[in-house]
């Protein structure tokens, strides 16, 4: 099982990135995938959740009008399309499945996701 997250980089204010996480090893429609963050001197935390029939659940109230996550079957990969972004999104951003047993569904527990990507830097300009 491995996760590669991507396209993180430098973004103005108020700009779009999107992040990607390509799995392999597994099918992203039958594992819960979650999208974490961390910023410098804070601790991780969650900030979307993909369950596998699809439904989104996301952990931070500020980017809930902001973040959309999605998945492609195919490419197996797992999206979170960011909008409108603000200094305070700058991070290390990590994608992570969920462990079992309950690994179809998603958690804001960090311990419940067992593997993770090596993250992708996101820096927000102001």
């Known amino acids: 099982v491995q996760l590669q997250a991507s396209g993180g980089g430098l973004v103005e204010r108020g700009g779009s990135l999107r992040l990607s996480c390509a799995a392999s090893?597994?099918?992203?429609?039958?594992?819960?995938v979650g999208w974490f963050r961390q910023a410098p001197g804070k601790e991780r935390e969650g900030v979307v959740c993909?369950?596998?029939?699809?439904?989104?659940?996301y952990y931070s109230d500020s980017v809930k009008d902001r973040f959309v996550v999605s998945r492609d079957r195919i490419e197996n990969t797992v999206y979170l399309q960011m909008n409108s972004i603000k200094p305070e999104d700058t991070a290390v951003y990590y994608c992570?499945?969920?462990?079992?047993?309950?690994?179809?569904?998603?958690?804001?527990?960090?311990?419940?996701?067992?593997?993770w990507g090596q993250g992708t830097q996101v820096t927000v300009s102001s």
């Open positions: 992570a499945r969920r462990r079992r047993p309950i690994f179809r569904e998603c958690s804001d527990d960090i311990d419940e996701y067992e593997y």
């Open positions: 090893g597994f099918k992203t429609d039958y594992w819960a």
């Open positions: 993909l369950s596998s029939s699809g439904a989104s659940e």
